[in-house]
Every structure is written in structure tokens, then in C-alpha cells.
């Protein structure tokens, strides 16, 4: 069976990932049938480039992804791209779906980080209350 997985490379504590097509059998890094992109989590927002007709290819003959790897391939509209493409719609349709569809990620993605950065002003002004009231007046 063939899987699309992540492999590793990069150096000691910093992984780039390269997205390829393996069979399942294979070790993690070893041999690879076909390297359809990349995957560097360490940028804000994360790396992703990936060929999506070659993912496409893979998907269609029963490429199983992994589900890290379903995660990055929804994320770029390669999934979305398959699904219109099995649905008919024509190469322009498909083409303004995706670009629609990566539009709202990345704006899901940045308002994800305003709430985090929220939320962590909110906890610190909570404990600097919880110490002024834990404090003894003199």
C-alpha cells in the first residue's frame, strides 16, 4: 500500500519535513517512490508547498495519507481540489475555490493568534491581581 508521509531531514532540533509518496513498508526517512512538497513548521505560519497534481495523481490510484499529512493537504486545497475536480467543475472553477478556500486558512490562522495572544494577557493580569490581593497592606 502506498502512504503519502512525512520524512524527515534538516539538522539536530530544527526538522524540515519533505511530503512524499512511500510504501507503507518503507522506515520513515528511507526510500521514497516520489517527493511531492515540503513542510517547514519553524516559519509563522508554517511552510507548506506542495504539488497538487502530483497529490491529486497519488490520492486518485489510493495514496492513504497520514493524518498529519490530510491536515496539510486540506490546508493548501489539495483535498478541495479533488473533490471538484470529482464533482465535474472545470479547472477555473477549481482554481478560484481553492484560492478562496486558502484565503479564509490564512485568516483563521492569524485571528487564532490574536485570541492566543488574548488569552495570555488576560492570565498575566489575573495573577498580578492574585499577588496585589495575596500581599499584605502596611
Known sequence: MVKIRLRRKGR????????????????????????????????????????????????????????????????????????LQFKGKTEFEIQEAVKEHKKIAVERYFRRAELRKKRIETREKEKQQQQSEEQPAQ
Request: hydrophobic share 30%; charged share 30%; no cysteine.
Open 12 to 83: 539536530s532540533h530544527y526538522p524540515i519535513y519533505d511530503i512524499v509518496a512511500v510504501d507503507s513498508r518503507q522506515k520513515r526517512d528511507g526510500a521514497y517512490l516520489e517527493r511531492l512538497g515540503y513542510y517547514d513548521p519553524h516559519t509563522k505560519p508554517s511552510t507548506i508547498k506542495v504539488d497538487p497534481d502530483r497529490a491529486v495523481y497519488w490520492l486518485n490510484i489510493g495514496a492513504q495519507p497520514t493524518d498529519m499529512v490530510r491536515e496539510l493537504l486540506s490546508y493548501e486545497g489539495v483535498l478541495l481540489r479533488r473533490h
